[in-house]
């Protein structure tokens, strides 16, 4: 087991440098907002996510959580390179995405207060008008959250599986079977960002097709 996983982390170092480059984020031109959100759920559907949040007033597609494919399922697409699906292999991950629309201009800039005075409190201040998201020109960003499986209770070796052993916290112990297995979020998968926003961009173009082959 352990020279498998030795092979597989190698496999990963050289092909390391094979990482998708895509758009960080892509501008929609005037009128084409309804057309870009379609594009960008059957693009997430022909990756395989399924979106289980379609707001079109708000400008927001979520997805559900989407295990990682990994080296023994070469037909899964969800990957932005090799170095990927080989720690897909050694550690189970999963990917969710949340695209977003916002009109030129509109962003909020993050600006430090001099005094932290707490929340506002409601009707303290006069409502924002609700920007229509069909009238004027768009940027459509991309944020993939990235999450690794690990079981409560496992104590992993470094050097053999066979060293490895399991712990119980008591203060945790119920009757009956319990479900181990959890995820921790791990970081942003800026790669898989860029190529979700790369096949948009490409089926959103004159000579796009959007067909169902996906590099």
Do not use: H
């Amino acid at each position: 087991m352990r020279s498998i996983a030795l092979a597989v982390l190698a496999l990963a170092a050289l092909t390391g440098c094979t990482t998708w480059q895509g758009p960080t984020e892509i501008a929609i031109p005037d009128g084409d907002y309804g057309r870009s959100m379609q594009t960008a759920v059957d693009t997430l559907n022909r990756l395989g996510y399924r979106c289980a949040v379609i707001d079109r007033e708000a400008g927001v597609v979520d997805t559900d959580p989407l295990r990682a494919g990994s080296l023994v399922e070469p037909w899964r697409t969800d990957n932005a390179s090799l170095s990927d699906a080989a720690a897909n292999t050694v550690s189970a991950r999963r990917r969710q995405v949340r695209l977003s629309w916002t009109p030129v201009g509109a962003e909020d800039l993050l600006v430090e207060p001099s005094t932290l005075g707490g929340p506002e409190l409601p009707g303290s201040t006069a409502p924002r008008a609700r920007v229509e998201l069909g009238k004027g020109p768009l940027i459509l960003r991309a944020i993939v959250s990235l999450e690794q499986q690990y079981t409560p209770g496992d104590r992993i070796s470094p050097y053999s599986a066979s060293l490895s052993s399991t712990f119980k916290e008591p203060r945790s112990a119920t009757e009956g079977p319990v479900d181990r297995g959890t995820w921790t979020p791990v970081g942003r998968d800026e790669a898989t960002e860029q190529r979700i926003l790369g096949l948009i961009e490409r089926a959103l173009g004159p000579t796009s097709d959007p067909g169902p082959k996906i590099p």
